[in-house]
Each structure stands twice: as structure tokens, then as C-alpha cells.
Nanobody
Framework: QVQLVESGGGLVQPGGSLRLSCATSKKIFTFMSMSWYRQAPGQQRELVASMTGGGTTIYASSVRGRFALSTDGAENTLYLDLNTLKPDDTAIYYC?????????WGQGTQVTVSS
């Protein structure tokens, strides 16, 4: 059973930064991809950033240049660094992993950008 556990959300002022973490029960490279999604109130869930098993990354145009994916040395944790945050970044952020059989989701972590 694959488990994904997110952490690192919180309240931050506009222009501030946060680091989100997604701890996995499997090595990241064993997945076809790992991604961060977000869902704002009343909005559909949207892709924020994604990393393939080979390390290729893609970002939504709304966050490109502000957000960055990385992994830890043990390759069990996927990070999302959120910089120059805006109120529009307020959402629940979810970690997702996909292998050849299934996709897995974490429980989500709340990010609130407000002064």
C-alpha cells in the first residue's frame, strides 16, 4: 500500500515562501510520475507541477519561475518550494503519485496567502 504524507502548509503573507513536503513509502524513481495539484475553494483541482521518474519537470504557467520541485537524497520525499506567493495561490495542495497500475493521493495541506 503506497502512502503519501504532505506537510509544510500554513499562513504566509504575499511575497513570502513556503516549502511543501510529500513523504512516500516507495522510492520516487519507482513511480512513473509524482505531482503536486491544488484546489481552491469553488475551483477544480489543477496541476501545479510534475516530475517524471526520469527527473523531467513541468510547471503550470501560473507558477513557472516561482515554484520549484526537488527531492531529498534518499529519494523518498518530493518537495515543492513556493516563492513570491500571491493570494491566488491559496488552496489545498495535494501530492499525487502514479505507477503502472494506480494513482495515489495524499490528504492535502492548506496554503493560505493573506496579509
Amino acid at each position: 500500500q503506497v502512502q503519501l504524507v504532505e506537510s509544510g502548509g500554513g499562513l504566509v503573507q504575499p511575497g513570502g515562501s513556503l516549502r511543501l513536503s510529500c513523504a512516500t513509502s516507495k522510492k520516487i524513481f519507482t513511480f512513473m510520475s509524482m505531482s503536486w495539484y491544488r484546489q481552491a475553494p469553488g475551483q477544480q483541482r489543477e496541476l501545479v507541477a510534475s516530475m517524471t521518474g526520469g527527473g523531467t519537470t513541468i510547471y503550470a504557467s501560473s507558477v513557472r519561475g516561482r515554484f520549484a520541485l526537488s527531492t531529498d537524497g534518499a529519494e523518498n520525499t518530493l518537495y515543492l518550494d513556493l516563492n513570491t506567493l500571491k493570494p491566488d495561490d491559496t488552496a489545498i495542495y495535494y501530492c499525487q503519485a502514479r505507477d503502472s497500475e494506480m494513482e495515489y493521493w495524499g490528504q492535502g495541506t492548506q496554503v493560505t496567502v493573506s496579509s
